[in-house]
T-cell receptor, first 112, second 114 residues
Framework: AQSVSQHNHHVILSEAASLELGCNYSYGGTVNLFWYVQYPGQHLQLLLKYFSGDPLVKGIKGFEAEFIKSKFSFNLRKPSVQWSDTAEYFCAVYNQGGKLIFGQGTELSVKP | DAGITQSPRHKVTETGTPVTLRCHQTENHRYMYWYRQDPGHGLRLIHYSYGVKDTDKGEVSDGYSVSRSKTEDFLLTLESATSSQTSVYFC?????????????FGNGTRLTVT
C-alpha cells in the first residue's frame, strides 16, 4: 500500500531561519502531491499542490516545494520563517484507489 | 473558505453510547470524506462518499458507519463509542474526487469518549 512519510515530527526554529520539511512517498507511478497546513485550533488548509510540469511549486505565504521523482520526495521549503508559520504541516498524496493519504505531520514551532 | 459546517464542534460522551456527527456543505460537491486526526498518525480516512447513497470504507472504518441521503449532508455514526474513538474528526469535500482535486476541510469535531 502506498504511504507517505514525514521524518521530522517536531521542528523548532527561530524567526528568519530557513525551513525544509521532508516528505517521501512510496508510490512509483504518476503522483499528485499536496502540502496542507493546520494552524493551532484550525482546520487544514491547502498550502500548495503538484500535478505535473515544473517540479518546483510555489504556494501561499512564501512556501515552495520541490518534486524530485528519483528520490520519491516532495520537500517543503521557506527561505525565512515567521512566528506566524507556527503550525502543523501535512504532506499528502493520492493513492491508486483515488484516496488522499496523509503523512504523520510535522509540528513547526517558530520562536520569536 | 469552502462552505463546510461540522456539528457539534465538541462532544463528550460515555463508552457504549451512540454518537452521530454531521457534516453539511453548501458547495454542491459530489465527494465527501470523514477523517480522524490523532497525534503521530496524521489524518486517516474513515469513510467517504461519491454521491447520494454511495459510500465506501476507508482505512480505519471499523466501528463507524456513514449515511448520505442528500448531497449536502454526510453523517458519521459511532454505533457504540469506545475510548479509542476519542479523536478530532474532520469532514472534507472535493469537487471531482479525482487525483488532481484538492480536498477542502471543515473545522473539525473534537470527540471525547469517557
Amino acid at each position: 500500500a502506498q504511504s507517505v512519510s514525514q521524518h521530522n515530527h517536531h521542528v523548532i526554529l527561530s524567526e528568519a531561519a530557513s525551513l525544509e520539511l521532508g516528505c517521501n512517498y512510496s508510490y512509483g507511478g504518476t503522483v499528485n502531491l499536496f502540502w496542507y497546513v493546520q494552524y493551532p485550533g484550525q482546520h487544514l488548509q491547502l498550502l500548495l499542490k503538484y500535478f505535473s510540469g515544473d517540479p518546483l511549486v510555489k504556494g501561499i505565504k512564501g512556501f515552495e516545494a520541490e518534486f524530485i521523482k528519483s528520490k520519491f520526495s516532495f520537500n517543503l521549503r521557506k527561505p525565512s520563517v515567521q512566528w506566524s508559520d507556527t503550525a502543523e504541516y501535512f504532506c499528502a498524496v493520492y493513492n491508486q484507489g483515488g484516496k488522499l493519504i496523509f503523512g504523520q505531520g510535522t509540528e513547526l514551532s517558530v520562536k520569536p | 473558505d469552502a462552505g463546510i459546517t461540522q456539528s457539534p464542534r465538541h462532544k463528550v460522551t460515555e463508552t457504549g453510547t451512540p454518537v452521530t456527527l454531521r457534516c453539511h456543505q453548501t458547495e454542491n460537491h459530489r465527494y465527501m470524506y470523514w477523517y480522524r486526526q490523532d497525534p503521530g498518525h496524521g489524518l486517516r480516512l474513515i469513510h467517504y462518499s461519491y454521491g447520494v447513497k454511495d459510500t465506501d470504507k476507508g482505512e480505519v472504518s471499523d466501528g463507524y458507519s456513514v449515511s448520505r441521503s442528500k448531497t449536502e449532508d454526510f453523517l458519521l455514526t459511532l454505533e457504540s463509542a469506545t475510548s479509542s474513538q476519542t479523536s478530532v474528526y474532520f469532514c472534507a469535500i472535493s469537487e471531482r474526487g479525482k487525483d488532481n482535486s484538492p480536498l477542502h476541510f471543515g473545522n473539525g469535531t473534537r470527540l471525547t469518549v469517557t
